[in-house]
């Protein structure tokens, strides 16, 4: 007996039993017997937006409830998640720990700021997920150290006290994290190392980033006993335009040339653990994954939408998360995980897995909530991405857990509903068939 939850626009998460049948083969979907990369886990990112829109919640037993179904591991089971080295698009307002320039001892380093906001946040996150992991990324360094000086724009000044004084920076910032009970387990020095955005940014070309963490980050992690793996990203390229230099205009050939002139610097590569991708470095990650196999694969931020949370954008995450798994990686991190009807620092509203009305403080669960509850509460840290051929390739793949069990997640994208046959050649009592009602996501757990 399986058990199989469907979710349509108008059902939500509705369960029913499905019985076996023998079944060799299948067109639709059927296993191969390959197993791939194991799944660390998902999470999503804790933004001060995020905190603030908790807090306009109007009855506290909901506020809680939204904690447990994110971080419960019975529930959604987020494990590994996000979190901005200062500030970032979804702050309140723009820091960073020091902004007393030229303070290249950090006499001044501080995170006051967010012992109010993140790490509250991340705390109430504990209570229900001890084994929480965290990882990080800084959307800029502080301003000092940046021509120019500001949040937005910029590069990061390449001076030997300079990057000391920033590899010394995430020193100090773990550790305070960890003085809190937050263990810091990844640091990617830069988010979105293409992107000279509104928002707090700065852009990376190759050798500047080879150079900090080889010289610098790399040596000071190793020396002062900081065990955060390092890892490059968030890589939010290439783009199908021309290289120009700045913004998101990198050509594919140009993004593999950054990403190359990197690992192939053998000193620079034995302090990478891993790389993380987003946005259109989904473009990039087949072709790493294949050159790089041994370097671990993160999804470090699901696409945002516009703030609609519409049904047929939650379709189009799942094929996201379809095509990260099937590429490599081991993680899918969700974006803002609760928001308002507020809009970024700079003017984005965006989707969010819970809306919470500022006037009511009623709480809405959005169809991407339901897109990765499907995957989260299935699919266990340690699960084994599946093998599989057939016609619903594109739209579905399969886990085995660490308990041997296999979750079948799979979407009908078409507007009728679909037959749908699975088999495990090698198993074949646990085959299934079924029909997919029309704009459905669903998952199917078998013993």
Known sequence: MATWVSTTEAEKFVEQPVENTTVTSSADFQLTGDKFQAIRGFGGCFNELGYQALTEIASPEDAEQVFKELFDPSEMNFVFNRAPVGANDFSLDWYSYDETDGDYELENFSIERDEKTLIPYIQRAQKYQPDLKLFTSPWSPPTWMKFPKVYNFGRLVMTPENLQAYANYFVKYVRAYGAHGIKV????????????QKFPSCLYDSEDMKVFVRDYLGPTFEREGIDADICLGTLNG?????????????RMDNYNRWVDNILFDDEARKYIKG???QWAGRAAIQRTHSSWPEMEIFQTESECGNGENAWDYAEYIFHLMNHYFRNGATTYTYWNMVLTEVVSTWGWMQNSLYSVDSKTGEITRNPEYYVMKHFSKFVKPGARVLGSTGHFNSMAIAFENPDGTIAVIAQNALNQDMPFTFAHPDKPEQGFSVTLKARSFNSFMLD
């Open 238 to 250: 290439p783009e199908d335009m021309a290289f120009t230099g700045v913004g998101y205009g990198m």
């Open 275 to 277: 790389l993380g991708y």
């Open 185 to 196: 387990t990844h640091i990617f020095p830069q988010n979105e190392v293409f992107a000279d």
